[in-house]
């Protein structure tokens, strides 16, 4: 079976399951449990472990990751005192993604908490819990963004639940994500329009820093003694009440805190300007390197021959960044925005209630310079490809022959065209209300300043290609950010080995993600329960096929093999 042809036809494609879009995991996941005190070991992966699904590769790895033992008799505990209850009626697991499991713990006085207990994937679970929470906090005294309300939490484990955790308002509903597809006319008008508003909101503020936010008692004398907002009396209602409750800390990005370097003593902001956010990235990224970092590591794609080359690219990424902040200093603003505005973390109350939506999971927010924040929410986006989004801006429009296709192709190309309007609606509406953001999309080195810091921050873990495509492209659009030279220049036998390389890692990939849709996993790999026995299947066939030197790699769902949250 040739790689490039896997049965992923128009039938399999997500053309034909648009109205079962998966954008993450599901929100909600019910499992029931009475609790003894001799716990079964399948009532303990329930509890403690990751239950929903498997990895098809590296699967205990992945397990242990997201493994987290709290006591649950605590759990109640304090959730009865933060809600003037005297018992928890009920316990039931609800949920759990990549990063957290979520509980819903019914109280003997008729409230309902949600209990958000964060795996140690997550990275430094003391600093993400406390910016969390002081994020959520901020929110709602802000009128920025609806958010549920906090009972109650604790980001160490020095506590009786023995876990960080974080007690909140339990919001029923359904994510956002499972009507998407369908919706047309007034609810996409009302679903757009409170995305937008949100975004409009909490993107107003100007910070005076760039880091992540924290209740002020939570930073240092030295963080508290700094100001909050750039210029509180010109952007800022009620300035005074905020400065007094929220400081600008330290980043809680995974990427700077994944794995070992989390002990790596580097500087992790806040920081001043765009320039020095660049640079501690790639110095914290030669720290890594230097202290051998994942370096014998069987999850990352680097090797040790590619050492000098990923020093020289990061040494690159320094020169670079005292000039890649745009002229107009409002685009370099320090800006809070949603991390991940999927269409899961926006809870609405019921189909034929869309205006009344919740926005979760606030957790790795990072007070970022606007131009490198403001992206596209992944709700909105659309990159299927079946309908072409215009280059100049223009409405997306049907294929003029649509009339005459069968009634099913019809049915799936106007779902498509629905999906690439609403994208178009986004980016049209939010230019409108806000030109920054327009100006920020347009600014030539947008793209490549969106994923740039990741890719700094990853290009051990991920190889030297990605970053190094994103330098070769900040080289070839220098010229329209500045009239002075770019500091450093990729030599016509450099480019061309890259070509080679990128066309290949481009190739691979794409076999890759082919390889995942006709299995059915996510990216990593994880596959729900009830899917397992096929996609394990599926992925054997495939398996037995697999030709190294057409694909361009080797056979990804391999243990071992390279993994996101492993590296």
């Known amino acids: 079976m040739p790689l490039q042809s896997l049965p992923l036809s128009l039938a399999s494609s997500p053309v034909r399951n648009l109205l079962h879009l998966k954008y993450g995991k599901p929100y909600l996941s019910r499992h029931e449990h009475t609790l003894s005190p001799c716990m079964s070991d399948a009532l303990e992966k329930q509890l403690y472990g990751h239950s929903t699904g498997e990895w098809l590769y590296n699967n205990l790895q992945q397990h242990a990751l997201r493994y987290t033992s709290f006591d649950i008799e605590a759990l109640k505990e304090a959730a009865c005192r933060s809600a003037g209850a005297r018992h928890c009626t009920s316990f039931t697991k609800i949920g759990e993604g990549s990063y957290n499991k979520i509980f819903l713990l019914e109280l003997d006085n008729g409230v309902k908490i949600t209990a958000r207990i964060p795996s140690p994937v997550v990275g430094n679970l003391e600093l993400s819990v406390a910016s969390e929470v002081a994020t959520m906090a901020y929110l709602r005294d802000s009128h920025a963004a ?56 909490t993107s107003r503020p100007a910070f005076s820093q760039i880091g992540s936010l924290y209740f002020k008692a939570d930073v240092s004398p030295e963080l508290q003694a ?95 960044a005292p000039y890649l902040a745009p002229s107009d200093p409002r685009l370099s603003k320090p800006t809070l925005l949603h991390p991940d505005l999927s269409g899961s973390n926006i809870i609405i109350a019921a189909e034929d209630n869309i205006r009344e939506q919740k926005i979760i999971d606030w957790q790795g927010t990072t007070v970022g310079p606007f131009f490198m924040e403001c992206m596209v929410p992944p709700v909105v986006v659309y990159s299927y490809g079946v309908i072409e989004r215009p280059s100049d801006g223009s409405i997306p429009k049907l294929p003029d022959n649509i009339d005459s296709l069968p009634v099913d192709e019809q049915e799936d190309l106007r779902t498509h065209f629905s999906l690439a309007g609403k994208h ?23 793209r490549v300043m969106s994923g740039l810091i990741q890719r700094i921050t990853r290009c051990w873990a991920n190889g030297p290609v990605e970053l190094r ?25 450099e480019r061309a080995r890259h070509d080679m390389e990128f066309a290949a890692y481009t190739h691979y990939m794409s076999v890759t993600d082919n390889l995942k849709a006709f299995v059915g996993c996510d990216d990593d790999g994880w596959v729900s329960n009830k899917d397992l026995d096929v996609a394990q299947q599926r992925m054997e066939e495939v398996k037995q096929v697999w030709d190294a030197e057409d694909a361009k790699g080797p056979f990804p769902f391999t243990d071992g093999a390279h993994c996101y949250f492993l590296t």
């Open 146 to 201: 609806n958010v549920p309300k906090v009972f109650s939490w604790s980001n160490t484990e020095a506590n009786p639940v023995k876990w960080p955790y974080i007690l909140m308002e339990y919001v029923p509903g359904i994510p956002l994500q499972q009507i998407w597809a369908k919706i047309r006319g007034v609810p996409t008008a009302q679903a757009l329009g409170r995305i937008i508003t949100t975004t409009l909101l």
């Open 424 to 446: 178009w609606a986004y980016l049209s509406h939010m230019a409108a209300h806000e030109p920054l953001f327009g100006q920020a999309w347009d600014l030539p080195h947008w």
């Open 226 to 320: 700094r100001p909050l907002f750039a210029d509180p009396e010109r952007n800022v209602v009620d300035a005074e009440h905020f400065s007094q409750k929220y400081r600008i800390g330290p980043i809680t990005d995974r990427q700077w805190w994944r794995g070992a370097r989390r002990h790596v003593d580097a500087d992790r902001g806040p920081w001043p300007n765009t320039e020095s956010y660049i640079v501690a990235a790639a110095r914290l990224e030669q720290q890594c390197i230097s202290q051998g970092i994942d370096m014998e590591s069987p999850y990352v794609r680097s090797r040790h021959e590619d050492i000098p080359e990923i020093q020289k690219l990061l040494d690159r990424c320094i020169a670079a």
């Open 469 to 493: 495509q994103s330098l070769i492209d900040l080289e070839d659009c220098w010229p329209e950010i500045l009239s002075s030279p770019c500091p450093f220049q990729f030599s016509p036998d």
